[in-house]
């Protein structure tokens, strides 16, 4: 089976935003760059070292874990130069006016190097890369959007029926939380029989809703290119099977709605996406270099399960 992150050099992504530096401004704008670290544990570093909260630190997005990846990320003024961190460095550049946030992001290079490539990955991919160039590849949300998905620690429904008690356990029983600042400020309040929900972070919350989210909308769309094509292949995933088309896509709507119950509004996700600026090349027989540009929130390792990954559905 193709190798898609055998080395950390071998998945790059570079952020592309629709801001300029200033020489003044209220927060810094710099560059991050990190390899084998989250993006979470680097700003929880970041805000310790500057001694500022977490709130503070603006982002666009969050990065793969496993890559070497360039991110812009806004700071209230500090005097640092280039700030450095296990597996990160972070460079200012300049100023702006207001915090970085998602809006500013235009779109991620990719560069990615896919190894011991089988015949079957190479048929699929020489199948499919036209029709991924001139039509796009469904929005699905990537695996990693759910790597903290864990049934026995989600803890959304017992948060909205007011079980404070069941959502601290819930926390404590996560040991991949045990790393964050705020963790032994619930196990104490825990302790002591303090089941106070201000004591939960936002961005925990915020976090299992988009999950859900997420779900939500690989389902529906799954569903409905299921529906609609006769020509198809499929990936497992955790909602069952994501299809995706082996024809021209034309028959679904350009968006589908999700409710978001945190912010009780919808919003709205392209179902297709087509990659810019695609290129390829072959290193060696079993060795495939790739670059492509993607717009915000969608995830190449979609687009590279497709191409190299997926199965066809014989009728």
């Given at each position: 089976?193709?190798?898609?992150?055998?080395?950390?050099?071998?998945?790059?992504?570079?952020?592309?935003?629709?801001?300029?530096?200033?020489?003044?401004?209220?927060?810094?704008?710099?560059?991050?760059?990190?390899?084998?670290?989250?993006?979470?544990?680097?700003?929880?570093?970041?805000?310790?070292?500057?001694?500022?909260?977490?709130?503070?630190?603006?982002?666009?997005?969050?990065?793969?874990?496993?890559?070497?990846?360039?991110?812009?990320?806004?700071?209230?003024?500090?005097?640092?130069?280039?700030?450095?961190?296990?597996?990160?460095?972070?460079?200012?550049?300049?100023?702006?006016?207001?915090?970085?946030?998602?809006?500013?992001?235009?779109?991620?290079?990719f560069e990615i190097i896919v190894r011991n490539l089988s015949d079957f990955e190479k048929e699929n991919f020489e199948s499919r890369i036209d029709l991924v160039k001139y039509f796009?590849?469904?929005?699905?949300?990537?695996?990693?959007?759910?790597?903290?998905?864990?049934?026995?620690?989600?803890?959304?429904?017992?948060?909205?029926?007011?079980?404070?008690?069941?959502?601290f356990e819930k926390i404590l029983s996560n040991r991949k939380l045990k790393i964050k600042p705020w963790y032994k400020n619930i196990l104490k309040a825990y302790q002591q029989g303090?089941?106070?929900?201000?004591?939960?972070?936002?961005?925990?919350?915020?976090?299992?809703?988009?999950?859900?989210?997420?779900?939500?909308?690989?389902?529906?769309?799954?569903?409905?290119?299921?529906?609609?094509?006769?020509?198809?292949?499929?990936?497992?995933?955790?909602?069952?099977?994501?299809?995706?088309?082996?024809?021209?896509?034309?028959?679904?709507?350009?968006?589908?709605?999700?409710?978001?119950?945190?912010?009780?509004?919808?919003?709205?996700?392209?179902?297709?996406?087509?990659?810019?600026?695609?290129?390829?090349?072959?290193?060696?027989?079993?060795?495939?270099?790739?670059?492509?540009?993607?717009?915000?929130?969608?995830?190449?390792?979609?687009?590279?399960?497709?191409?190299?990954?997926?199965?066809?559905?014989?009728?």
């Open positions: 089976m193709a190798d898609l992150k055998q080395r950390l050099s071998d998945f790059v992504v570079k952020e592309k935003i629709n801001l300029k530096p200033k020489k003044e401004g209220k927060y810094i704008l710099a560059l991050l760059k990190k390899w084998g670290t989250s993006t979470f544990d680097v700003i929880d570093d970041i805000a310790r070292k500057l001694k500022i909260s977490i709130s503070e630190i603006g982002r666009c997005g969050i990065k793969d874990k496993n890559a070497i990846t360039y991110q812009y990320l806004s700071i209230p003024k500090r005097n640092f130069n280039i700030l450095k961190g296990k597996n990160y460095v972070l460079k200012p550049l300049g100023f702006i006016d207001h915090p970085i946030s998602q809006k500013n992001l235009v779109f991620n290079d796009g590849f469904p929005n699905y949300y990537g695996k990693q959007r759910f790597l903290a998905y864990k049934e026995k620690t989600f803890f959304l429904k017992d948060l909205e029926k007011g079980n404070i008690k069941s959502v303090n089941f106070d929900k201000n004591l939960i972070p936002i961005t925990e919350i915020e976090m299992q809703y988009s999950i859900l989210h997420a779900l939500e909308f690989n389902k529906k769309l799954s569903k409905l290119i299921n529906e609609k094509y006769e020509k198809k292949a499929y990936l497992h995933s955790k909602i069952g099977l994501l299809y995706f088309p082996l024809e021209k896509i034309l028959k679904i709507p350009e968006k589908l709605e999700i409710f978001d119950n945190y912010y009780k509004k919808l919003f709205k996700r392209k179902t297709i996406v087509k990659p810019e600026n695609f290129e390829y090349e072959y290193l060696d027989n079993k060795t495939l270099k790739l670059k492509f540009s993607l717009p915000k929130g969608s995830y190449a390792t979609v687009l590279t399960s497709f191409l190299f990954h997926a199965v066809n559905l014989n009728k």
